[in-house]
């Protein structure tokens, strides 16, 4: 059983900045791609960032130089540092981790959390 936990997100001002982190636990043998993604009202699940097993990452356009996912593995945490946060940036945001155990290979999902942008 592999569960991933969601913390930092809240209200951050426009032009603030905040960070995401995920972090799992279980008999992990090893955590391969890793995403975020986020939900905001009304509007499908989007990719924003997304970091290969080796290291490459991808980017919505609209997080692109802004946005920052990196992971550290010792600690089987991916984090999104977010930058310049905008209103349209408020979502639910998700971590999504491809990860191998004794008998699965498979993606989990956090369990969401919300970030607002707000003055």
């Known amino acids: 059983q592999v569960q991933l936990v969601e913390s930092g997100g809240g209200l951050v001002q426009p032009g603030g900045s905040a960070r995401l982190s995920c972090v799992a636990s279980?008999?992990?043998?090893?955590?391969?791609?890793v995403g975020w993604y986020r939900q905001a009202p009304g509007k499908q699940r989007e990719l924003v960032a997304s970091?290969?097993?080796?290291?490459?990452?991808n980017y919505a356009d609209s997080v692109k130089g802004r946005f920052t996912i990196s992971r550290d593995i010792a600690k089987n945490t991916v984090y999104l540092h977010m930058n310049s946060l905008k209103p349209e940036d408020a979502a639910v945001y998700y971590c999504?981790?491809?990860?191998?155990?004794?008998?699965?290979?498979?993606?989990?999902w956090g369990q969401g959390i919300q970030v607002t942008v707000s003055s």
């Open positions: 999504n981790l491809n990860v191998r155990t004794a008998g699965y290979n498979g993606a989990y």
């Open positions: 279980g008999r992990i043998l090893s955590i391969n791609a």
């Open positions: 970091m290969l097993g080796g290291g490459g990452t």
